[in-house]
């Protein structure tokens, strides 16, 4: 059973029952969409606080709650990198986005190229393991240097998001350092593992890049990994990291096997870690499906008899919230 403060138990009373005006302390959102520089042009999807008037749109199969282009409120905004997961899309964790722009926050989510919905060709190889904290630092360079809204960000209260291989990428910026050759060493232990492993063997990540490293960026403050991929990570691997964390993991993960991701991370890190939990298998941290989703991927949308994805993603959303609210704190 999780037991819940009084503010979460507030937030998640508010994402339920009132309209984005309305709901206590949260504005209408704005969106906007920018692309990254560099070698790697990412397309980045930006939601924020705005005091227009919301308006709905599609973007395929999502409906985002967000004004596309609407002015940014004033003042100064904490701002949350989202990263998804392995071959999904910048609007995969769209509710999260919302609930996190409603109060007051800017969210930045990058399409990760080479381990997108459209451009998978990266999983397996450095491109996803060292690319994508890559590009989500490149990602945070950019919103920063966006004329529209890059003045509206308070560069001293800058957290991190991510689920499954984006919750690695959120580790990573965190400071963890990741050993390829346990990737090969978790292989060769659990050839059964299709998911993690799909050549049935002795998987070895294909380098591109000899000499390619990962950064860790010292800009993120705060952050939240969502049933993390986690075989690469061993105790030398996160000793640097030090910044607040709170990380969840499925409790039915028939992706990653949480005694092996989510479980043997959370050995390795400090008790004072916040930990959370939501019933059901890996893609449950995915936001709500449409009907049209649930058709085409029923896998990533449909869940077990007896889960609640909707009333799951208010308390997670709302988790969230609470944590960053608390981690990311206004200066006095």
Not at 178 to 187: H, I, N, R
Not at 234 to 262: G, M
Request: proline residues 7%; charged residues 20%; negative net charge.
């Amino acid at each position: 059973m999780r037991f819940l403060s009084a503010a979460v138990l507030t937030l998640i009373c508010s994402m339920f029952t009132a309209p984005a005006s309305a709901r206590g302390e949260q504005t209408n959102i704005g969106f906007l969409s920018l692309t990254t520089s560099g070698e790697y042009a990412v397309p980045v999807a930006v939601w924020y606080p705005t005091a227009e008037p919301q308006v709905e749109w599609q973007a395929g199969p999502y409906t985002i709650h967000a004004t596309r282009g609407a002015a940014i409120t004033s003042g100064l905004h904490p701002l949350i990198i989202l990263s998804h997961g392995s071959g999904g899309s910048e609007f995969g964790h769209s509710d999260l986005a919302e609930a996190l722009a409603g109060h007051g926050y800017v969210v930045a989510a990058p399409r990760h190229l080479g381990d997108s919905y459209d451009q998978p060709e990266g999983r397996f190889t450095d491109v996803q393991i060292i690319g994508r904290p890559w590009q989500a630092a490149a990602t945070l360079d950019a919103v920063l240097a966006d004329q529209r809204i890059g003045a509206a960000i308070d560069a001293g209260r800058i957290g991190m998001a991510g689920f499954s291989a984006g919750a690695y990428t959120t580790m990573v910026m965190a400071g963890a350092k990741p050993d390829p050759a346990l990737y090969s060493a978790y292989c060769a232990a659990h050839v059964d593992d299709h998911e993690v492993c799909p050549d049935g063997s002795h998987a070895k990540l294909r380098i591109t890049r000899p000499g390619w490293s990962v950064p860790a960026d010292k800009r993120v403050r705060a952050a939240v990994a969502m049933a993390p991929f986690s075989i690469m990570f061993d105790a030398k691997s996160v000793a640097d990291v030090t910044i607040p964390l709170r990380i969840y993991k499925a409790s039915d993960d028939q992706v990653l096997r949480n005694q092996w991701n989510t479980d043997h991370l959370l050995s390795l890190l400090p008790a004072s870690v916040e930990r959370g939990e939501l019933a059901g298998g890996h893609y449950v941290f995915i936001a709500p499906c449409s009907a049209v989703m649930k058709s085409r991927t029923p896998y990533l949308c449909v869940d077990a008899p007896g889960v609640d994805r909707v009333a799951e993603h208010a308390q997670l959303n709302a988790e969230i919230v609470d944590f960053f609210n608390r981690k990311l704190p206004k200066p006095d």
